[in-house]
């Protein structure tokens, strides 16, 4: 048997899931295969139906169209999938169903995990964005005691979504433009505070309008984290780093997420020691 892996999605060419996981299948020497697959809306049962018959599939990752239509195709979820109404990952198990997972909370927090590990009197994260990936990140944040302050252009929406995934707590919904223009706010001392800076949108991604985000609104020391990866380097972190504030791009996210989704796939943890070379391949 050599397993066999799909990431599906419409379109699906510029996924750097296959460079991912094959980098890692390689290194660990395991005869597995992980690529590409087009599927278009209503094609979905189809595919999942035949990776049911077929004890080579593991299963596959999902990005859009489909993270919330595979759903109701799905015989199991992960409570978190359930949580965040939508999947990534899905896993066919040895009796043939198929269990939905999603990673995004999980690579979003992996690189955190080392600030996570010190005591903090405060921790706050302000979130630009609404889509599914700001809804993860909203949920793994309200659970490590942050307290949030969420940022769309419809800040009804992002109080929707602070209520449904993080009930406790004081947070804040704000609109989008809040953060555009400079402040002259005077932050208290931030001694044995955490504070984040997440740009959880497509803002500033080739292909979209930039990010406007002025630094005056994050404390001294506050974490830029954008989990946009085209461009890598963006406009967001490029400001954030002129500003004196440090800085974790896309591919740490990225990186993170498939993972997790690697052990589910193919039973053995990838070989993190090769991290750095596998940056420098994605960012050929």
């Known amino acids: 048997m050599t397993p066999q892996t799909h990431v599906i999605g419409d379109p699906i060419a510029q996924s750097k899931s296959p460079l991912i996981h094959s980098f890692w299948l390689k290194k660990l020497g395991i005869a597995g295969e992980y690529s590409s697959t087009q599927i278009r809306v209503g094609e979905l049962a189809d595919y999942l139906n035949k990776g049911r018959a077929d004890a080579n599939w593991t299963g596959c990752n999902v990005t859009m169209p489909h993270k919330q239509a595979i759903l109701e195709q799905l015989d199991t979820l992960d409570p978190l999938a359930a949580k965040l109404g939508a999947v990534n990952t899905v896993v066919r198990q ?19 995990s080392s600030v996570f590990e010190e005591k903090h009197l405060f921790r706050m994260a302000r979130i630009l964005g609404t889509g599914g990936a700001a809804r993860a990140i909203i949920a793994a944040l309200a659970d490590h005691g942050f307290i949030l302050v969420v940022a769309g252009r419809d800040p009804e929406k992002a ?126």
């Open 94 to 112: 040895e009796d043939g169903t198929l269990k939905g997972f999603n990673t995004d909370a999980g690579g979003f927090l992996e690189p955190l």
């Open 159 to 284: 109080r929707a979504i602070l209520d449904e995934l993080a009930p406790n707590g004081e947070h804040h919904a704000v609109p989008l433009a809040h953060f555009a223009q400079p402040t002259d706010f005077a932050f208290d001392d931030r001694d044995q505070c955490l504070d984040l800076v997440i740009n959880a949108s497509p803002l500033g991604m080739h292909g979209n309008p930039p990010l406007e985000f002025d630094w005056s609104h994050a404390p001294p020391g506050s974490i830029a984290y954008d989990i946009v990866t085209s461009p890598l380097d963006t406009a967001f972190l490029q400001d954030a780093s002129a500003a004196g504030h440090p800085t974790i791009n896309g591919y740490a996210m990225l990186i993170g997420q498939a993972a997790i989704a690697f052990e589910r796939f193919f039973g053995q943890a990838p070989p993190r020691e090769f991290d750095d070379e596998l940056m420098e391949l994605l960012a050929r």
